[in-house]
């Protein structure tokens, strides 16, 4: 059983910063990708940053310069520094994972719950 949990969600004013994390639990063999997505109210989820194997990332053209996806070395905590924050970034942020089990020889995806976020003056 894997588990996702996200914290460090809050309100901040425009130009603010927040450090999103992501705490991982369960028999996990190896990470493939983590990623951070949002959504807002009537919108779709997108994706906002991503971390795959080798140290890829990929960022969404709206945050790139602004946020920074990393993960420690135990490969426990993904986390997501935002940085100059704009009202438009305010959403519910969702930390997911690509992951394969210890006892498994496939890979399965997983979702947190989701922390809000808003920038707001």
């Known amino acids: 059983q894997v588990q996702l949990v996200e914290s460090g969600g809050g309100l901040v004013q425009p130009g603010g910063s927040l450090r999103l994390s992501c705490a991982v639990s369960?028999?996990?063999?190896?990470?493939?990708?983590m990623s951070w997505y949002r959504q807002t109210p009537g919108k779709q989820r997108e994706m906002v940053a991503t971390l795959a194997r080798g140290g890829y990332t990929d960022y969404a053209d709206s945050v790139k310069g602004r946020f920074t996806i990393s993960r420690d070395n135990d490969k426990n905590t993904l986390s997501l520094q935002m940085n100059s924050l704009k009202p438009e970034d305010s959403a519910v942020y969702y930390c997911f994972a690509d992951v394969r089990k210890l006892d498994a020889d496939y890979a399965e995806n997983y979702w947190g719950q989701g922390t809000q976020v808003t920038v707001s003056s």
């Open positions: 369960g028999s996990i063999l190896d990470f493939f990708a």
